[in-house]
């Protein structure tokens, strides 16, 4: 029966740790995809950062090549006209020649920046381009024509070619400027507007992303939170169910202390009633024999006298015996009595000096509140005499209104008292505890041992009765 008893304990136990290792599998997933999802988004932010910043700079860069190159360019036609200028109305030779080396400085350095404009170009940004180089192209080649103008006529016709050619040259190229600066300022704007569109995805992204890992924390923790409650309501189930076996365990050991108790009480009556009764009565019938036998007959008498002595022996015997079981005074005249007629015996025996000392005990104790002390003294006192050594031993009873405490310390051997626990003093820890009180056992190697119980007397009739019968201390012996 105990064996099919266990079958669905044992069931359940498996079922759960079974059940427990699935949740634990499924958390353990579910954190570890948590966790690569955030690490995924954190790359994925990162490198979309990176590219964004790395496009921004590329953008910023073209945009400051190609203003630096078309600035280049108007300010050397600029400053190519003024050289013409210098060159068509100069009449020194000596600047007339520096002008025109200035102006082939000025023409390489506008090709230069023509060719330096970035290769990347739009359709209408190269029409541009084109149309500045040749408005440029034409203006230089009109120049070349100087050479076969009437030196006499050159002043009135440099005049007019400023005027008509230089000045319009001048307002073209600067117009293409402006349009090839307002395309790269609108080809800016677009870069700009294409980062901040995927600058917005990017965020949505992030959004999202980051809405996934709240979504799936928030499912990890709900499953977390119902795991742990699940586990806590196992835990007081499986506590429940320990406390059950701990009370069960405690009402059997008290029950077992009564049906003790009892036997001991019935097996001291039996032997006091009966047995010493009947030993009682053989030595009477042995005292009418020994009278009957006449004085000469000294065999007889010796006999008689041999049959006597066993029988007497016997008697004290068989009352020590009953007094060990269950001393009647502890019935018959209370605690204090039975523990001073235990230390008496345990003199008389020669093993230990004894004193017991008591201070205000209730004659109207109730009966396991006297069988707890009285064992607990009979065994410390074992514990001394038989185990430890000890040659004096000291019993100090102690009640007041609402606990009695309960002290015997002994000079003998001692012992661990922290790594030793024998049959005896669990015993005695399970008749403290039945009375809800709490022992303690202080002992060390060579310094003796000190018992101390303190019962709580949490019952109306026990103050009572303390109230009533308190008297003085007193020694009482």
Known sequence: MNAAATKPEEGGEVEFGWSARRLRTILLAGFGGLLILMVAAGLGALYSLGELHRLQQQVGRQFLARSQAISTVVLSVHVYNNRVEQYLLSSQPAETDRAATDMANRVAEIHSALHAYPPDREPEEQRLLNELEKQFGEEDHALASLETWNPRSQPERARRFIVEEIVPRRLSILQISQQIALLNR????????????????????????????????????????????????????????????????????????????????????????????????????????????????????????????????????????????????????????????QAREMSRRGEMEVEVHSEGVSEKLPDEYRICIYRLVQEALNNASQHAGAKNATVNVRQARDRIVVEVNDNGRGFESDRVRGMGLVGMEERVKRLRGSLTIDSQPGKGTSMKADLPLDREEVRAGYEEDSHPAGRRS
Request: hydrophobic content about 45%.
């Open 186 to 341: 609108e080809r800016l704007d677009a870069a700009d507007r294409a980062l901040l569109a995927r600058s917005d995805q990017l965020q949505k992204k992030l959004g999202w992303m980051l809405a996934l890992a709240l979504g799936a924390g928030l499912l990890l923790s709900f499953a977390s939170i119902a795991y742990i409650l699940r586990l806590e309501r196992q835990g007081r189930e499986r506590y429940r169910e320990l406390e059950e076996s701990r009370r069960n365990l405690r009402e059997l050991s008290a029950r077992l202390v009564d049906a003790q108790e009892e036997e001991r009480r019935a097996i001291s009556r039996e032997l006091h009633d009966e047995v010493g009764q009947s030993l009682g009565a053989l030595l009477v019938d042995v005292g009418r024999l020994s009278a009957m036998v006449p004085s000469e007959n000294g065999a007889m008498q010796q006999q008689v006298q041999r049959i006597r002595s066993v029988a007497e022996q016997t008697v004290k015997t068989v009352r020590d015996i009953a007094l060990l079981l269950r001393p009647s005074m502890l019935d018959d005249l209370g605690l204090v009595p039975a523990l001073e007629w």
